[in-house]
């Protein structure tokens, strides 16, 4: 039962919320949901860039885990990018993880988002999971992915006793789905898991490059500099950012170059 206070807003995994009634959990006893508490964080996407409805799939999670497959499937970028704009805009640090790690080397998307700064770890099915587990102790991430990369044999490692369903690729490379909802799981050495179901495209129709840049603390200052309406894009005249990355070293230009991808997975690629 929804109570009055509720209005139109449902709850999502991750939810704080308050309840009334018998909150025992036995067996036919009845407690009630009658306020959801504010969200910290939010992950929310849109069925495609043309939806006007924007979802929030999960809430208050403070880590994103997009898992993509090295290969079997092939990587989607495009998907990769926009996932990391969910995880700015929402207020989550995102952290790639890549499977399938001893069908092919990880060097080539390791060095596409080297100029974002954000960690990366690679893992396959013969290896611990040594290196992702810290970064899992204590937090709440969500783990997000296409169907078929693995990410609920991922989640079944780090929870024995969670019994995600698992499945393979097709003859067309393409993941089938086998999760159907959202589920929020204990971690064995603390923390918690939300697996979410097998996604193949990830709309964005509510964000735009302005929420883009608000996660990027060094580049915001900078385009403070920028002509009205200037969309930080390489084809903008004038923009505050080219001469930033002109005038510092290297790397400068990589992270520039890096936000611009992401600006474009916004405002100029396809939806995926």
């Known amino acids: 039962m929804r109570a009055r206070e509720l209005g139109k807003h449902g709850v999502v995994t991750g939810d704080r919320v308050r309840l009334v009634g018998d909150t025992s959990g036995r067996t036919d006893t009845l407690a009630r949901i009658v306020v959801i508490e504010p969200r910290a964080t939010t992950l929310r996407r849109t069925a ?3 939806d006007p409805t924007e979802r929030v799939v999960v809430a208050n999670a403070e880590q994103l885990v997009v898992v993509t497959a090295i290969t079997d499937p092939e990587p989607h970028v495009g998907f990769l990018d926009r996932c990391l704009v969910a995880a700015f805009s929402g207020g989550l640090t995102p952290l790639l ?4 790690a001893d069908l092919g080397s990880p060097d080539e998307l390791l060095a596409r988002y080297a100029g974002l700064e954000v960690e990366a770890i690679a893992v396959s099915r013969d290896t611990d999971l ?3 587990q810290p970064r899992l102790d204590g937090r709440i991430s969500v783990f997000v992915g296409q169907s ?3 990410k609920s044999t991922l989640v079944n490692r780090l929870v024995p006793d969670a019994y995600r369903a698992t499945g ?3 003859k067309v490379g393409k993941g089938r789905h086998t999760s159907s909802s959202a589920v929020l799981l204990d971690l064995p050495g603390g923390g918690m898991v939300i697996d979410t179901p097998g996604i193949r495209s990830f709309g964005l129709a509510d964000t735009d490059p302005a929420d883009v840049l608000a996660a990027f603390d060094d580049l915001a200052a900078v385009a403070r500099d920028c002509p009205p309406l200037c969309a930080h894009t390489a084809e903008d005249p004038d923009c505050a950012l080219d001469d930033w990355a002109a005038e510092g070293p290297p790397a400068r ?3 520039l170059a890096s936000f611009r991808r992401l600006v474009a997975a916004v405002t100029q690629t396809p939806n995926w």
């Open 148 to 150: 078929g990369v693995g």
């Open 168 to 170: 393979g690729v097709s």
């Open 130 to 132: 040594d290196e992702l």
């Open 97 to 100: 993880c890549l499977t399938k």
């Open 253 to 255: 230009g990589e992270r």
């Open 48 to 50: 495609d860039d043309t």
